[in-house]
């Protein structure tokens, strides 16, 4: 496979746009798969997790070397290493999507066609890809992503919602300012939440960045594939997009288990083969394939496997329910949101619901991610170390571990490497001539995994770089003495070390955030014993 980094293509404005461009090796002629986002394509070296939520391209690789396409990946304006500001589907970042594509068209490895791809966000840029119809963009293929930011990201049902905070801060300024090569960190100095904030009316400013006033300009194939688990907020622009869409399309509803399930699908090989290679076969290569046979619409009964198959949407059966609220709880999840809907209304002294709010043991939502999880009700007990604010200079040692009997992954920074290029600033720790020749280079996320006993509960730790230069009482800080690379000559991306964590030969320290998922174990989540500090 050939990598090309850091292309830059010069915009009408004269602003330069960033490009990672992946495609096989020979000198033939390939069709393109074109993506783009604000999460920087140097994090592209991170995995394919739910662990980073930005990797949200699929499987790249399998495209490029085994498929016979190119992948292109953008960062777009003001993210990443692309010039001008973060405008967030502003205007100017739509125009660049369609330069960029017919860019792509002219190049000599192409053979002039160029689909979309991606995930949420790049979902959204198909959608911006597709009303301005670009002559050489010949389908898209938007996976799970809305088309009317105002409804779903801003004010969903005119209630100003906190998720564009969460997701701005952690998923487009982190992966910016702390990118997993640790080149070029990127700020981003506008606070588009606060600009939000200032539109609490569907103005302007909402209306430019919405590809739904105009879903009837999109000419090209469209294969819309929706998640019926992100239905407060993508799954209504897959369906939007079907419906409004005026060329070839269909759709097709996942019934994944839950939000973070819908990425781990994304990223395996199977599901792109099954869903989306027969799609872009036909209409970048040409080849006859089985989208023909492919019904017009589809979907998956949640949880459940079973696929439905009509001629359009809504299935024809459907009908229209009223309900009203009523007192509960009915029972089936474990959450405050357990209040009874009736076909008919309650009488004036039907009852009330109450409910104990916040819950002790909540960290970071109650279903999906977080440790009361009522589809798996053994994991009901919250990890021991989500508890915790954990700030120490002591080491994890071998009875630490042992004592908490869990899988721990951790993802680890550090700037105790050889090849450091970078000056980091001096809160970051310095450099030792004691690391090996095998430590990656800074910046570089690499993997330590410990089994304490047969049988333990998986805990999940995400460390990134410098962290702990933004410290708050809302973040989770661990400080530890751990190996930056724990045996000479081993590959930094794992290291198992059996049934015991052994004393470390060369130590450096690291600072980083940690992000705790729930264990997921039959048997009682025992406490654990690594100092901490309890977070007041």
Same mark, same amino acid.
């Given at each position: 496979m050939i990598e090309e980094k850091d292309v830059k293509v010069r915009m009408r404005d004269g602003v330069d746009i960033g490009l990672r461009i992946y495609r096989p090796d020979g000198s033939s002629r390939y069709p393109a798969l074109f993506a783009a986002s604000p999460y920087r394509y140097d994090n592209n070296l991170l995995p394919c997790s739910p662990l980073f939520l930005w990797r949200e391209t699929g499987p790249v690789e399998w495209y490029v070397e085994e498929q016979g396409y190119a992948y292109v990946h953008a960062d777009v304006r003001g993210s990443g290493i692309s010039g001008g500001d973060f405008g967030l589907w502003g205007a100017d970042e739509q125009r660049d999507l369609y330069e960029i594509i017919e860019w792509i068209a002219a190049q000599s490895w192409s053979n002039g066609k160029v689909g979309g791809i991606g995930q949420s966000y790049y979902c959204i840029s198909q959608w911006h890809m597709g009303v301005q119809n670009p002559p050489h963009l010949a389908c898209i293929a938007p996976y799970d992503g809305l088309n009317d930011p105002y409804r779903f990201v801003g004010y969903p049902g005119g209630i100003e919602s906190n998720f564009a905070l969460y997701w701005f801060n952690s998923s487009v300024r982190v992966p910016n300012m702390y990118p997993a090569n640790g080149d070029n960190p990127r700020a981003l100095p506008t606070d588009m939440y606060f600009t939000m904030v200032q539109h609490p009316l569907r103005d302007a400013f909402w209306v430019e960045r919405s590809a739904w006033e105009h879903l009837e300009k999109i000419q090209v194939p469209v294969f819309s594939v929706g998640v019926f688990a992100k239905q407060d907020l993508h799954v209504v622009g897959n369906i939007d997009g079907f419906l409004r869409a005026s060329g070839e399309k269909? !759709?097709?509803? #996942?019934?994944?288990? #839950? /939000?973070?399930?819908?990425?781990?699908? *994304?990223?395996? $090989?199977?599901?792109?083969?099954?869903?989306? !290679? /027969? *799609?872009?076969? @036909?209409?970048?290569?040409?080849? @006859?394939?089985?989208?023909?046979?492919? /019904?017009?619409?589809?979907?998956?009964?949640?949880? #459940?496997?079973? %696929?439905?198959?009509?001629?359009?949407?809504? $299935? $024809?059966? #459907?009908? @229209? &329910?009223?309900? *009203? !609220?009523?007192?509960?709880?009915?029972?089936? %999840? @474990?959450? !405050?949101n357990d209040g009874a809907l009736s076909p008919s209304p309650r009488a004036a002294d039907g009852g009330a619901t109450s409910y104990t709010y916040p819950h002790p043991s909540w960290v970071f939502g109650n279903v999906s991610v977080g440790p009361a999880d009522p589809i798996r009700p053994r994991a009901r007990s919250p990890s021991p170390v989500s508890r915790w604010s954990a700030t120490s200079n002591? /080491?994890?040692?071998?009875?630490?571990?042992?004592? &908490?009997?869990?899988?721990?992954?951790?993802?680890?920074?550090?700037?105790?490497? $050889?090849?450091s290029s970078l000056n980091r600033p001096r809160t970051a720790p310095r450099a030792s001539s004691r690391a090996t020749a095998s430590s990656p280079r800074v910046g570089c996320a690499h993997r330590i995994t410990a089994s304490a006993t047969a049988g333990s509960a998986p805990t999940t730790f995400l460390s990134t770089p410098m962290l702990s230069r933004r410290r708050s009482s809302r973040d989770r800080f661990i400080s530890s003495k751990s190996r930056c690379c724990p045996t000479p000559g081993a590959s930094p991306k794992a290291a198992a070390f059996g049934s015991r964590f052994p004393a470390p030969t060369r130590r450096s320290r690291t600072s980083c955030s940690a992000t705790s998922i729930a264990p997921i174990s039959t048997a009682p989540t025992p406490s654990i014993t690594m100092p901490t500090t309890r977070r007041s």
């Open positions: 269909k !759709l097709f509803i #996942t019934g994944t288990a #839950t /939000p973070i399930t819908s990425q781990s699908d *994304f990223v395996k $090989p199977e599901f792109h083969r099954d869903l989306f !290679l /027969p *799609f872009y076969d @036909k209409y970048l290569k040409g080849l @006859k394939t089985s989208w023909d046979e492919r /019904p017009r619409v589809s979907y998956q009964v949640h949880n #459940t496997g079973t %696929v439905r198959a009509f001629g359009e949407w809504p $299935p $024809p059966a #459907t009908r @229209k &329910a009223r309900f *009203f !609220l009523a007192k509960g709880p009915t029972g089936t %999840v @474990k959450s !405050l002591s /080491p994890v040692t071998a009875s630490s571990w042992s004592t &908490a009997r869990q899988l721990a992954t951790t993802w680890t920074s550090s700037s105790r490497c $050889p090849s």
